[in-house]
C-alpha cells in the first residue's frame, strides 16, 4: 500500500502542470476579443552538465546531453502562459585516479509558466512580467559500476517565482532575461540505503522504499533569449539555460545545466 | 560569457565542494562511514567496527601506494566476513572468501566422468541428465546469473516429471539474480507459500531496520514437480544459492543435503569512493520463518556429508543424495 501510495505521488507530480493547464480559465477571461498570439515551439540544443548523486557517490559526472523540446506558448504584452516538455539524454563520466565510470542519464521535464505585466518596471522598450512557473523534472542514470544501485530515478517538483524582462532591440527583434526562483521544492528519492526492497521480497514494486520530502533544497534556473521575428510571424530564437537544484539531506542529488538551444516558434494565430 | 562565469560561480557557492580525493584518510573515513550507516549484519557478526578502524588507520601514511591504500581498504572491508562486502578498483577486488571455511565438495568432472556421461543435456543455466535408470533426475546450476526462462523451467520439469526424485545441485554456485531463484522455487509449490521474511537498513543505527516482509512464492502456471527434491550444497553456495537453501527449508519436499552454504543472504547495494573505486555490502537481511537473521552465517543442511578426496571416482554427496530415494 504504501509503494502505490508512493508511486501515486511521483505520477501526480509528474502530471501536476498539465492538470494545472487542464484547467486554466478560457478565453473568457481575456479582456479584450482579440486573442495573444500563439506559437508552437520546437527546440533542439545541447547541454553542458554536472551531477553529483551522494547517495551513491561523492564523485562528480560530467556530460553533454543533447536536449530536445516541444512547447506552446500564448503570449502578448500583457501575459505569457506556456508549457513545454524536454527531453535530455546523454552520457555523463568521471575519470578520477584513472577510474572510469559513465552514467547514461535521461531526463524529461515539464514545465508550466504564467507571467503577467508588471506595468511599474516596464517602459515602451521593456516589457516586464511576474508571475510563477512549475517544473517536474524525472531524472533516470544508469551506472553498472554502482551494482545494485545501477539505477537512479528521482522525481523532482518546483514552484518558482518568476520574472522576465523582454527588451525590444529593433522592430522585430528582442532579447529576454527570465528568472526564476524555487519557493517550494518536492523530491521523491530512493530511501535510506537507495536500493528498493522489492526484488528480495518477490515483488514487483519499484518505489517501495521511495520517499517524498517538501521544502527541501532549492533550484534556480535562468533563461536568456535572442528572438528573431519573421514577417510571417514565426521566429527563430537562440537560447541560454543555466538550471542548477540540489534536493537538500544528507544524501543530496545535485545538479548543474548550461543548455544551448535553438528553437522555432511557429505562429497559430 | 559573463553570464556563464557568473552563474558557474554560483554553483561554486550553492553545492558542497568537490570531494575527490586520493588522501587515504579520506577514502578510509568514506569507506568506514557508509558501512556503519548502512551494512545490515554488525550485530549478527559481532564485529566491533570501531576497533576495525583504529586497527586499520593505524597502517596509513600520507605517501602510500593505491597498491597498499587498496589492501588496507581491503582488509578492512573484509573484516566484516561477508562476500558481499567487496572493494572494487582497476587492479584489484578484495573479497572474504567464505568457500574456504570449509573444505572443497564439488568437481564436476567427476559427475561426468562417474554419473551422467558426456552426452547430458545443457537448457539454458541447467545442465542436466537422469541418474539410476532414469529413476532420478540430475540438474545442475552452477549460477543464479543469466536468463532462466520459463521456456528452460518448463524442459526440465517436464523431462523429470515420472522420476521417483529429483537432485537439484546447487554446490560452488555463487549466486546471481534473486527473480531466478523465485522462479525456480514457483516450480515446486502447489498454494502459496510463505518461505522467509526479509528487512532493510531505514537508518544510520546498526540496528535500524524496517519490519519484516513476508516472502511469498507463488505456484508457476505451468509443469511443477511435486516429488522429493534433494538439494546439494557447500561453502560454495552462496548469495541467491544460499537463498534459494534457506527457503528451501520452508518447503517439506526439499531436503538440504552436504555441507553449510557460505552465507550471503543479504542483498548488497553499491556505491564509490572519493578515489573512484567502488564497493559493496549487504543492506538487508533474509530472516528465516521465526525472524531470526542467524542463516547468515550459512544454511545448515539437513543431511551433513562430505566428499572424500581420497577417492576421486566417488562423489560421496551425490552418492547419498541417490540413496534418499531407496
Avoid at chain 1, 141 to 157: F, K, P, Y
Avoid at chain 1, 189 to 204: I, K, L, M
Avoid at chain 2, 108 to 127: A, M
Avoid at chain 2, 146 to 156: K, P, Q, T, Y
Amino acid at each position: 500500500m504504501k509503494a502505490i501510495q508512493g508511486y501515486l505521488w511521483g505520477v501526480l507530480f509528474m502530471m501536476i502542470p498539465w492538470l494545472v493547464q487542464a484547467q486554466q480559465p478560457g478565453d473568457s477571461i481575456n479582456n479584450k476579443a482579440q486573442k495573444r498570439p500563439a506559437y508552437l515551439s520546437t527546440a533542439a540544443g545541447l547541454s553542458s552538465s554536472v551531477f553529483r548523486d551522494f547517495a551513491t557517490s561523492p564523485l562528480r559526472y560530467a556530460g553533454t546531453p543533447v536536449f530536445v523540446a516541444l512547447g506552446h506558448m500564448d503570449v502578448d504584452h500583457r501575459r505569457q502562459s506556456g508549457i513545454e516538455l524536454s527531453y535530455t539524454f546523454g552520457k555523463f563520466s568521471n575519470d578520477f585516479n584513472n577510474h572510469e565510470n559513465a552514467s547514461k542519464v535521461n531526463i524529461i521535464m515539464f514545465n508550466y509558466a504564467e507571467l503577467f505585466h508588471l506595468k511599474s518596471l516596464s517602459t515602451s522598450r521593456l516589457n516586464v512580467k511576474v508571475g510563477g512557473q512549475w517544473t517536474t523534472t524525472v531524472n533516470l542514470r544508469e551506472n553498472a559500476a554502482l551494482q545494485n544501485n545501477s539505477t537512479g530515478v528521482d522525481i523532482l517538483s518546483t514552484l518558482f517565482g518568476s520574472i522576465k524582462g523582454t527588451l525590444k532591440i529593433q522592430d522585430r527583434q528582442s532579447l529576454s532575461a527570465t528568472f526564476n526562483l524555487g519557493l517550494i521544492n518536492g523530491a521523491y528519492r530512493n530511501g535510506f540505503v537507495y536500493v528498493g526492497h522489492s526484488a528480495p521480497t518477490n515483488q514487483d514494486q519499484f518505489f517501495d522504499q521511495y520517499q517524498f520530502r517538501a521544502f527541501t533544497g532549492y533550484r534556480f534556473n535562468t533563461q536568456l533569449d535572442y528572438t528573431l521575428y519573421f514577417e510571417n510571424k514565426n521566429a527563430l530564437r537562440f537560447g541560454y539555460g543555466w538550471d542548477a537544484f540540489t534536493t537538500g539531506s544528507d544524501d543530496q542529488f545535485e545538479v548543474a545545466s548550461h543548455v544551448f538551444t535553438v528553437t522555432l516558434l511557429f505562429n497559430l494565430r | 560569457m559573463v553570464c556563464l562565469a557568473l552563474l558557474s560561480s554560483c554553483e561554486k557557492i550553492l553545492f558542497e565542494n568537490d570531494l575527490a580525493s586520493t588522501d587515504p584518510q579520506v577514502n578510509l573515513d568514506y569507506l568506514w562511514h557508509e558501512c556503519n550507516e548502512k551494512y545490515s549484519y554488525f550485530e549478527l557478526k559481532q564485529v566491533d567496527w570501531e576497533q576495525v578502524r583504529q586497527a586499520h588507520q593505524a597502517m596509513l601514511y600520507p605517501e602510500m601506494s593505491q597498491d597498499s591504500l587498496f589492501t588496507v581498504l581491503g582488509s578492512m572491508h573484509t573484516a566484516l566476513r561477508d562476500d558481499h562486502a567487496n572493494l572494487i578498483s582497476n587492479f584489484n577486488i578484495s573479497f572474504f572468501g567464505t568457500e574456504y571455511l570449509g573444505q572443497d565438495n564439488f568437481d564436476w568432472r567427476i559427475i561426468v566422468d562417474e554419473y551422467i556421461g558426456q552426452d547430458y543435456y545443457i537448457t539454458g543455466p541447467f545442465r542436466h541428465d537422469f541418474l539410476a535408470n532414469e529413476t532420478i533426475g540430475y540438474v545442475r546450476l552452477n549460477s543464479f546469473r543469466g536468463e532462466m526462462s520459463a521456456d528452460h523451467l518448463d524442459f526440465v520439469m517436464d523431462r523429470y516429471a515420472d522420476t521417483e526424485g529429483l537432485i537439484l545441485d546447487l554446490r560452488e554456485n555463487g549466486g546471481g539474480a534473486i527473480a531466478n531463484v523465485f522462479s525456480l522455487l514457483s516450480r515446486f509449490v502447489e498454494q502459496q507459500t510463505l518461505v522467509n521474511y526479509s528487512v532493510i537498513k531505514t537508518g544510520p543505527g546498526h540496528n535500524d531496520f524496517s519490519e519484516p516482509e513476508p516472502v511469498y512464492i507463488q505456484p508457476q502456471n505451468g509443469p511443477r514437480y511435486g516429488n522429493k527434491v534433494v538439494v546439494l550444497t557447500d561453502r560454495g553456495t552462496f548469495s541467491s544459492g544460499s537463498l534459494m537453501a534457506l527457503a528451501s527449508k520452508a518447503l517439506p519436499q526439499l531436503m538440504l543435503m552436504g555441507d553449510t552454504t557460505g552465507g550471503g543472504l543479504g542483498m548488497p547495494n553499491g556505491g564509490q569512493l572519493p578515489n573512484g573505486w567502488t564497493y559493496r555490502f549487504s543492506v538487508t537481511q533474509a530472516l528465516t520463518l521465526d525472524k531470526s537473521p542467524d542463516y547468515e552465517n550459512g544454511v545448515p543442511p539437513d543431511v551433513l556429508v562430505q566428499m572424500d578426496w581420497n577417492n576421486r571416482n566417488v562423489d560421496e554427496i551425490l552418492d547419498r543424495a541417490i540413496q534418499a530415494f531407496n
